[in-house]
Each structure stands twice: as structure tokens, then as C-alpha cells.
């Protein structure tokens, strides 16, 4: 179930605003670590391989495997990705062009086809696509600049609300014990 625009989330935020900040990373549990001792951002939830069978890089195939974390800092998810492989992706297309670090914004929203399609026709393309656990797929866009970096188009579904809230609630009064989580 999609959620419509404008409907406040569990974690603060409302569909149709920028809920993520993600960075690639070279090493995912020495960036949490930094994020813990540095941002007191916690605790992580870690999804130690996200390789979806139907995922599209710019139009093919794609098997390119990453490992995800995610913790939230207020309302505004903080997503780490660490590629497990230098198969084409995403994330390598950064690394290969500037380096590791801040890689892409994540935008929810209640129609990801609707939203692409105005997205395209103000000239982005389709860098990626793959169906994610929470319901739906996600796409990245990207405007040929990169620079700050992609957007990604988050499906608004009753389970990325589920999960992200889960995720903001830990956050809430987070004492740092118990720092690293299992994602599921």
C-alpha cells in the first residue's frame, strides 16, 4: 500500500520529503564506528548483503552486491553502502569518478513510476532499479552531473514506514548499547 503525498510518516517525516543521506563506504563497520564516536549517530541496522535477482543498472542486468547500513540522526535516515564486489552499480560509477562518500538523496514518495517519469522529462535518467524489502522498487536518477550526487525515489509503502520508524524509535534515547543490529 502506497502512502499519499503529504501523509506525515512515523518518524517525523512526511511523504514527499528527502528522508535519506547516504554515503558510500569503503570499509561499512569502520564508518559506523566513526558515525557512533563522532555524530553519536545510532544504533545501525546492517543488511549484510542486498543482491536483488531483478535489480537494472542503466538498463541491464545487474549483480552487484553491497552491504547496507542504516541509523537515523533526527528524522533524516543516514544509509551506509559498502560494495562487496566491483561489479558495474551505482556505487562504483562514484567511486570510479570522485571516491568514496556522499553518493545519493532519498526522496519518498506515494507513485516511484509517476515520480520518474516527471524526473525524466526534466532530464534525469534511470541509473537503477530494484525491488527492496520494504515493498516496491526503488529507482536512482541520475542528471548526468552528479554532482552532489544521484537521487534516489523511495517507495512510500506501509512497510518502509514500518521499518524506518522501528529504526528512528531505536534512535530515540539510544543509551550506545547494543550498537550494531540485525536489519530484519
Known amino acids: 500500500m502506497q502512502l499519499p503525498r503529504g501523509q506525515a510518516m512515523g ?4 511523504v514527499g520529503q528527502t528522508v535519506q543521506m547516504a554515503y558510500v563506504v569503503k570499509d561499512i563497520r569502520a564508518a559506523i564506528d ?34 547496507i547500513a542504516m541509523a537515523f540522526a533526527g528524522t533524516m535516515c543516514i544509509e551506509l553502502i559498502q560494495p562487496l564486489d566491483d561489479n558495474p552499480s551505482v556505487y562504483k560509477d562514484l567511486i570510479d569518478r570522485r571516491g568514496y562518500g556522499f553518493h545519493h538523496i532519498g526522496v519518498a514518495v506515494s507513485d516511484v513510476d509517476g515520480e520518474l517519469a516527471a524526473y525524466q522529462a ?11 524489502p520494504t ?39 539510544w543509551d550506545g548499547t547494543d550498537p550494531v543490529r540485525p536489519f530484519a
Not at 122 to 132: D, E, I, P, S
Not at 136 to 147: F, H, K, S, T
Open 122 to 132: 526534466r532530464g534525469y535518467t534511470l541509473a537503477f532499479r530494484a525491488q527492496v
Open 34 to 67: 566513526w558515525w557512533i564516536a563522532e555524530a553519536r549517530v545510532g544504533p545501525w541496522f546492517l543488511l549484510d548483503h542486498f543482491l536483488q535477482p531483478d535489480q537494472r543498472y542503466r538498463g541491464e542486468q545487474a549483480t552487484a552486491d553491497v552491504t
Open 135 to 173: 515493498g516496491g522498487a526503488v529507482a536512482y536518477l541520475d542528471d548526468g552531473r552528479n554532482d552532489p550526487g544521484m537521487l534516489e525515489l523511495i517507495p512510500a509503502t506501509a512497510g518502509m514506514d514500518a521499518a524506518f520508524t522501528a529504526f528512528w524509535a531505536a534512535a530515540q534515547n
Open 11 to 14: 518518524f517525523g517525516a512526511r
